[in-house]
């Protein structure tokens, strides 16, 4: 069924805060049915928009709903923090908590991944001696196995030789 833009927007309006009203409420209330507000909420959450699904405590809210809280507040000052707070139903101390929690996240896999790429050059060089290594020794074998047949052929042609001539 085609719903008209207006009634979507509006209904769309009603998810965001500070009415933040749940899927199952809302068809209730319109009669729509869940699976369509569904996408409606999926496709406010694609425009990068926070949809707090249900009515849930912020603690219980996922990762990626915490990050959007961080990326649309990154810019504002401390009133504008507090005032989208107090629509959203949050503490500005958790946002500021949930903002050093994601610098220290990616701070923390950033040494990590500097320290795994160390290891792995540490481990090349090992490698690239190790075959250097090799290397000299199959040379030094093949070496050593060429003397051995040429000293069999000589005894075979002058016969055995004296322990002296050696």
Same mark, same amino acid.
């Given at each position: 069924?085609?719903?008209?833009? +207006? #009634?979507? @927007?509006?209904?769309?309006? &009603?998810? %965001?805060?500070?009415?933040?009203?749940?899927?199952?409420?809302? =068809?209730?209330?319109?009669?729509?049915?869940?699976?369509?507000?569904?996408?409606?909420?999926?496709?406010?959450?694609?425009?990068?928009?926070?949809?707090?699904?249900?009515?849930?405590?912020?603690?219980?809210?996922?990762?990626?709903?915490?990050?959007?809280?961080?990326?649309?507040?990154?810019?504002?000052?401390?009133? +504008? #923090?507090? @005032?989208?707070?107090?629509? &959203?139903? %949050?503490?500005?101390?958790?946002?500021?908590?949930?903002?050093? =929690?994601?610098?220290?996240?990616?701070?923390?896999?950033?040494?990590?991944?500097?320290?795994?790429?160390?290891?792995?050059?540490?481990?090349?060089?090992?490698?690239?001696?190790?075959?250097?290594?090799?290397?000299?020794?199959?040379?030094?074998?093949?070496?050593?196995?060429?003397?051995?047949?040429?000293?069999?052929?000589?005894?075979?042609?002058?016969?055995?030789?004296?322990?002296?001539?050696?």
């Amino acid at each position: 069924m085609a719903y008209s833009k +207006e #009634l979507k @927007e509006a209904t769309q309006a &009603k998810m %965001l805060p500070p009415n933040n009203q749940s899927v199952s409420k809302l =068809n209730q209330e319109t009669g729509i049915p869940e699976g369509t507000l569904k996408k409606w909420r999926s496709q406010i959450k694609r425009k990068g928009l926070t949809v707090v699904t249900g009515s849930r405590p912020s603690e219980q809210w996922s990762t990626r709903e915490k990050f959007h809280v961080v990326l649309e507040t990154a810019t504002h000052s401390e009133i +504008e #923090l507090g @005032e989208y707070c107090r629509k &959203k139903g %949050l503490y500005a101390d958790q946002v500021k908590t949930w903002r050093d =929690n994601c610098m220290q996240a990616n701070g923390g896999v950033a040494q990590e991944l500097a320290g795994a790429v160390r290891q792995g050059k540490e481990k090349d060089k090992v490698v690239a001696q190790l075959r250097k290594e090799l290397q000299r020794k199959d040379a030094a074998l093949a070496e050593t196995a060429a003397l051995l047949v040429l000293r069999k052929k000589l005894q075979a042609i002058w016969g055995s030789p004296d322990d002296e001539d050696i």
